[in-house]
C-alpha cells in the first residue's frame, strides 16, 4: 500500500498499473490481486491510509495549547513536505483532483482525509471565537492547497513557502 500511495502520488492514478506497484514494492502481481481484488480497493485502502495519517496529525496538533499555534503548525506541515509538493502536488490534493472525474463514489471517498482536516480547521476557528469558522477553515485549506497547485505547476517550493508564511500571519492576527 505504501509503495501505491508514493506511486499515484508521483506518477497520478491512472497513469499507475497494479504491475507498476508490484514491481516498485518488490512483490509479486498475484500478492497485489490477493489482498485488492482492483486498483480501486488499492486506492480505497490508500485514502484510509491517509485519513488515519491525519488523524494522528490532528491529534498531535491537539497537544499545542492555542488554536492559533495548531492552525499555524497545520499550514506549516506542508512547508515541511515543500520540494516534493513543488515537484508531486499535495498528496491528498492531487489524488482527490485526478479522481473528481469519476462518478462512482471513489470521487468522494478520496476527499475524505481534506474533508478531516477542514471539518478540525473550522473547530480551531470556531475556538478562537472567528465570526464565521467554515469559511475561515475553507480560507486556510484553499491557500494551502491553491499554493501546493501553484508550487507544482511553476515547480517552486518558494512559493508555497511565501504562502504558507502570509496564512501563519493571517492566523497570528487573530490570537
Not at 24 to 44: A, C, E, M, Q
Not at 147 to 153: D, E, F, G, K, Y
Amino acid at each position: 500500500m505504501a509503495s501505491a500511495a508514493e506511486l499515484f502520488h508521483h506518477k497520478g492514478f491512472g497513469a499507475t498499473a497494479l504491475a507498476d506497484i508490484a514491481e516498485h514494492s518488490k512483490v509479486p502481481l498475484g500478492n497485489i490481486y490477493y489482498y485488492y481484488r482492483t486498483k480501486d480497493d488499492l486506492v480505497r485502502a490508500v485514502v484510509d491510509a491517509q485519513a488515519s495519517q491525519v488523524a494522528v496529525m490532528l491529534a498531535g496538533l491537539d497537544e499545542m495549547s492555542r488554536p492559533a499555534e495548531r492552525l499555524a503548525a497545520l499550514a506549516a506541515r506542508w512547508d515541511l513536505m515543500r520540494d516534493v509538493v513543488a515537484r508531486h502536488g499535495c498528496p491528498f490534493g492531487s489524488l482527490v483532483s485526478e479522481l473528481d472525474r469519476r462518478a462512482d463514489g471513489l470521487d468522494r471517498e478520496a476527499a475524505v482525509p481534506l474533508t478531516l482536516i477542514l471539518r478540525w480547521a473550522t473547530g480551531q476557528f470556531r475556538e478562537l471565537g472567528h465570526a464565521d469558522p467554515e469559511q475561515a477553515a475553507a480560507t486556510l485549506l484553499a491557500g494551502i492547497q491553491g499554493s501546493s497547485l501553484l508550487a507544482n505547476a511553476l515547480r517552486d517550493p518558494d512559493l508555497l513557502t511565501d504562502q504558507i508564511r502570509h496564512l501563519q500571519a493571517w492566523i497570528g492576527s487573530m490570537a
